[in-house]
């Protein structure tokens, strides 16, 4: 029998309540919402965290709005609203792509984007979706300074992660929202390789372009499984910019991400085999969201 | 700490550690050992039970999450002496076969007829997909919702 180590649990009813909660119990304390990341790891003492604070009666963090320049979506958002909104699917069409791949469908009944975005497991698949699509992410924390009386502050997916199961949000701080930017021209598909369904990934890769009068104006492609923490093709994504979408330009930027993830053998499969499909999924999955972006367009 | 969980319709209350989760809390408080404890890691489903009418993995999730809610599990499926169509199905069509298993695929597959009264074959198969039986093939399994889903609107008709 698999049994966490002890801990206290609290029910937060306010999110104020939950930032003042963390930031007196000190960074022992975590915040709980599907839990389906941090009870695992807590069952194998990876994480034996000493304070518990459930969130998952903040019903004003579960919403998928649409605004006139960004979709905003609550941190405690489940993996199963996301695959069935028709509005992401519509217009972020990359979150169906990897809703459909992730865990099984009890599970996504829990499961929330905050927390897989600050479980910041490399593998994990909506971090690559996100920073694909360069969302930022709203951080709320107690209100210190008299500038800034809200407490809030807003980080880029690109400076989101710190290193392997480690981000920028604080010990008295907690991610409330993810803001996905809407531009014209879009286009987006999430390409996944799994042993079985449900797994995490072999190697996943996110793409995003932005097409206008058939000229690339933007990428974002970022991998899965395939580093330290998610990668960001940079390199890949400036090479793109200002070029018409081509097979030969998807395959040069297939090259690019094959060179610079940074992918270590483990038993689902070496290093070869894993720069291989870096290569193979980036160039689907940017055929799949150029299409879609062109689809858009006309 | 103190804990009430309403399930299948009574209130328990027990005084547990924090860390109990629920599929402990179904078993040992009120004695319910017809949900399953099986892999612990929330990949096998055995343990499924409804919270608030959707199917969550009881093995990954605290009791004290669960308190305010509304659990299902699979004994709450008979009443009054009558199968439920789900477990008819299972009968009917040989669902099972060690019966491991069972309990989560019965409230997993009631949930699913609960949202979709009449799903696909593919709808059963991703439905079931976060459930592992080794004895079945899954195909008796599919055979059984289906079989349900058929013979459900006659019976509650009937009824």
């Excluded at chain 2, 979709?116 to 008796?140: F, L, M, V, W």
Aim: proline share 5%.
């Amino acid at each position: 029998m698999q049994t966490p180590a002890p801990f206290d649990y609290e029910r937060a009813t306010t999110v104020d309540g939950a930032i003042a909660s963390l930031a007196e119990h000190g960074p022992e304390a975590r915040l709980i919402a599907g839990g389906h990341s941090l009870l695992p790891m807590m069952k194998l003492r990876l994480a034996s965290p000493e304070y518990l604070i459930d969130i998952n009666d903040l019903e004003e963090l579960s919403y998928i709005d649409e605004r006139i320049t960004e979709i905003r979506i609550g941190a405690l958002t489940r993996h199963a609203e996301l695959l069935e909104s028709e509005l992401l699917a519509r217009r972020a069409p990359v979150f169906r792509d990897a809703e459909e791949m992730i865990a099984d469908p009890v599970v996504r009944n829990r499961g929330t984007i905050g927390g897989s975005l600050c479980q910041a497991d490399a593998a994990e698949d909506l971090s690559a979706v996100c920073a694909a699509l360069k969302a930022s992410v709203v951080i709320k924390g107690p209100a210190h300074h008299p500038d800034n009386p809200s407490g809030e502050r807003t980080v880029g997916m690109d400076g989101f992660y710190l290193g392997p199961f480690t981000t920028t949000v604080g010990a008295d701080e907690m991610l409330t929202e993810v803001r996905i930017p809407l531009r014209g021209g879009a286009g987006s598909a999430h390409e996944k390789v799994e042993r079985r369904a449900g797994d995490f990934a072999i190697a996943a890769v996110s793409a995003a372009v932005w097409i206008e009068g058939g000229t690339i104006v933007d990428a974002g492609i970022a991998l899965a499984a395939l580093g330290p923490s998610t990668v960001i093709v940079t390199r890949a994504e400036e090479a793109m910019k200002g070029k018409a979408p081509s097979d030969e330009l998807f395959a040069q930027a297939g090259e690019i991400a094959k060179e610079d993830c940074m992918p270590v053998p483990d038993g689902r499969g070496p290093v070869d085999y894993k720069r291989h499909l870096a290569s193979v999924l980036t160039v689907r999955a940017l055929r799949r969201a150029a299409t879609r972006a062109l689809q858009q367009e006309a | 700490m103190e804990v009430t969980i309403t399930i299948n319709g009574q209130k328990v209350s027990r005084d547990v550690e924090a860390r109990t989760l629920l599929v402990h809390f179904i078993r040992d408080t009120p004695g319910l050992t017809g949900t399953h404890w099986g892999c612990d890691t929330s990949n096998c489903g055995a343990c499924v039970v409804l919270m608030d009418g959707q199917p969550i993995k009881s093995c990954t999730t605290l009791a004290a999450m669960a308190e305010g809610h509304e659990i299902r599990t699979v004994e709450s499926l008979e009443r009054d002496g009558r199968l439920d169509p789900i477990q008819m199905g299972f009968h009917e069509k040989h669902g099972l076969h060690c019966g491991f298993c069972t309990p989560g695929m019965l409230m997993t597959t009631r949930a699913l007829l609960d949202q979709n009264p009449n799903p696909t074959e593919q709808e059963i198969r991703t439905a079931i997909s976060g459930a592992i039986c080794r004895c079945t093939g899954y195909k008796n399994i599919v055979s059984a919702v289906r079989w349900a889903a058929e013979h459900e609107a006659a019976m509650k008709q009937e009824a």
